[in-house]
């Protein structure tokens, strides 16, 4: 009997020291003031956007090209079609070549080639904008002789590739394998298959990594400063005769410098005029409900979709 | 042999349309490579290893020196992790180990917003808020407590390299923070139930359990921040002041090696110049390149072999 009792009283947990909860309670508490913290800058930046740029965004921002520095209104209408036309240029080279290489990853890449290329896709990633810019300036550029939409779309294209490639290349993965066999096994041709079949059913997600590179070229400035360049008025007109009017129309051409979004917003930022920050947080403000609406129809999708991201 | 000779033929050519595509990305890496060393290698003939140590940067007589530049984007790096890193890991500690389950998604989401916010926004935000605020509240409180220290000494104009490490932090708190939450999550159930099993609090299993097994990893995210901070340029280049100085105060304004390149290449004029430039250019591709590959293998030895987005 007494035996037992002792190897109770030898299992009973002792209390937890004074010391040791109040350094549990300390570390949830600092634990919780960094999510405060972190989440301030984020709660700021919004709040002031919206607050900054609402009341800017009218008819005249979004159908008129800017006024000549310190004259009050304007728009910018050409920023955002230029911006529109540069991403255009740059998914039209990107996606395709994203996709493809995507397609090889998961199909044809479970090799050392494979693996090389998916390091290389990574360490694309990282590779500084600015750096990009460089080298778009350097290929297409200096060979056109001035700067140009063309290589502000290569620059961005260049971008897009490495997360297009890797999204798509994880969706097709997640294909199961029968899917592929049901077809091979009624004679359809391996390219019929991956076409028809894997690619199709992955569609929801390879659009998510179409998307999330979007976004995220979208907003980018450092590469285009010496590419788009950024031009004050739309890239060209073309003007042609209608009832005996001379008419004007703008026009987008990727061999000329133009202007682009976010490069209009950093022009403006660092300029000394009233008018043109007012311009800027109104621009800003579009650019982030692009990119945000960008982030959200890609949630919408893949809700919607068989595969979750 | 079910395979008619057709489909073989239209395989060959899709096969080898989606291998031009792989490897397309091998040669876009290639190109930059090449078109680096290409546009710099006057500069480089004209200054050699000379180039990273000089200090002098004069457009006008085209002599060139790259430290000043290293040593801002350097600074402005190292100021970010001290401020980013406590703050990251603290969010991920706190989404993956302690907040309630329905936050832990929304939480997330927010955080990755933050990244998503483009860079030149952070810059204009940065240019308009927190610029005055610092000058009004934080400078003056610096120079009243830690004046005495080099780091905080002088006048502070608003464009400095503290400025530009403060909103370079904030940019870089998604990524660190994200890793580690990814890292975190890896960390076997059973090391948090043995923890808790031997008598310690929360915190205790945290730190033995959890953050001690997910150590590497967590230094690998700190990396991959290092060298999206290395490599950031809007934002810094509209509140680091922009003068190729080196002064010890973080008061100071200076200069980085993006965002020289951001401020100087389109009116770069002169072939050495523009070729000095690259250089920079190339210098920083070759370092975030390191830096990158560095994080990815640290990364990988922890998550590895376990899908990396588990059990949300």
């Given at each position: 009997m007494s035996d037992n009792a002792a190897a109770i009283t030898l299992h009973k947990v002792p209390p937890i020291s004074l010391r040791r909860r109040f350094v549990d309670h300390l570390m949830t508490g600092l634990a919780i003031a960094t999510v405060v913290i972190v989440l301030a800058p984020l709660i700021a930046i919004f709040g002031y956007l919206v607050?900054?740029?609402?009341?800017?965004?009218?008819?005249?921002?979004?159908?008129?090209i800017p006024r000549p520095p310190g004259e009050a209104g304007g728009g910018m209408a050409n920023a955002i079609g230029g911006s529109i036309f540069v991403l255009g240029i740059a998914s039209l080279i990107g996606v395709p070549f994203g996709i493809g290489a995507g397609i090889y990853l998961a199909e044809f890449g479970r090799n050392q080639m494979g693996n090389a290329i998916r390091f290389t896709a990574d360490v694309l990633n990282g590779v500084p904008s600015i750096v990009i810019g460089i080298v778009a300036y350097s290929i297409v550029v200096l060979y056109q002789k001035h700067f140009s939409a063309l290589a502000g779309g290569v620059a961005l294209a260049i971008m897009m590739v490495p997360t297009i490639s890797r999204t798509t290349e994880e969706m097709l993965l997640l294909v199961p394998q029968a899917l592929r066999e049901a077809a091979y096994g009624l004679g359809v041709p391996r390219w019929r298959t991956t076409l028809s079949i894997t690619l199709r059913t992955a569609t929801s997600g390879v659009i998510t990594g179409v998307m999330l590179a979007f976004a995220r070229v979208a907003g980018e400035t450092a590469p285009l400063i010496f590419t788009a360049f950024g031009n004050s008025d739309w890239s060209r007109h073309l003007t042609f005769a209608l009832f005996g009017k001379t008419l004007r129309m703008p026009f987008l051409d990727y061999s000329q410098p133009t202007a682009a979004l976010p490069l209009q917003i950093y022009v403006y930022a660092i300029s000394p005029y009233d008018e043109q920050h007012r311009l800027a947080w109104a621009g800003s403000l579009v650019l982030i409900i692009m990119i945000v609406g960008a982030v959200s129809a890609v949630r919408y999708v893949v809700r919607r979709g068989s595969f979750g991201a | 042999?079910?395979?008619?000779s057709s489909g073989e033929a239209s395989d060959r050519i899709f096969y080898y349309a989606m291998t031009v595509c792989g490897f397309a990305v091998l040669g876009v890496l290639v190109l930059i490579v090449y078109q680096l060393m290409l546009r710099s290698s006057l500069s480089w003939h004209a200054f050699g290893f000379k180039f990273f140590a000089s200090q002098e940067w004069d457009p006008v007589n085209d002599r060139f020196g790259a430290r000043p530049f290293i040593y801002g984007t350097v600074v402005s790096s190292l100021l970010a992790l001290v401020i980013a890193v406590p703050l990251a890991v603290g969010v991920a500690v706190f989404t993956t180990e302690m907040c309630p389950k329905v936050l832990r998604g929304p939480l997330s989401f927010f955080v990755e917003l933050l990244a998503a916010i483009p860079s030149v926004i952070y810059g204009l935000w940065a240019i308009f808020v927190m610029v005055p605020i610092l000058t009004q509240y934080v400078a003056p409180a610096l120079t009243k407590t830690l004046?005495?220290?080099?780091?905080?000494?002088?006048?502070?104009?608003?464009?400095?390299?503290l400025a530009a490490g403060i909103i370079l932090a904030i940019m870089i708190i998604p990524i660190i923070s994200s890793i580690t939450r990814e890292v975190l999550m890896v960390v076997p159930q059973n090391q948090r139930e043995a923890a808790l099993a031997l008598g310690a609090t929360r915190w205790e299993m945290i730190r033995i359990g959890v953050?001690?097994?997910?150590r590497a990893g967590i230094v690998g995210g700190i990396i991959l921040g290092l060298g999206r901070a290395l490599g950031e340029t809007m934002a810094v280049t509209m509140v680091i002041g922009n003068r190729p100085e080196i002064a010890k105060s973080l008061f100071a304004p200076g200069y980085t090696m993006a965002s020289v390149l951001a401020d100087q290449f389109s009116e770069a004029t002169g072939d050495t110049y523009l070729s000095a430039l690259v250089e920079i250019g190339l210098a920083l591709f070759l370092v975030t390149i390191v830096v990158n590959a560095l994080a990815r293998l640290l990364v990988w030895t922890v998550t590895r072999g376990q899908p990396a987005r588990g059990n949300v």
């Open positions: 607050y900054r740029g609402i009341g800017s965004i009218d008819w005249a921002f979004l159908t008129q | 042999m079910l395979h008619a004046g005495w220290t080099p780091l905080f000494s002088g006048p502070f104009y608003g464009y400095s390299m953050l001690r097994n997910a």
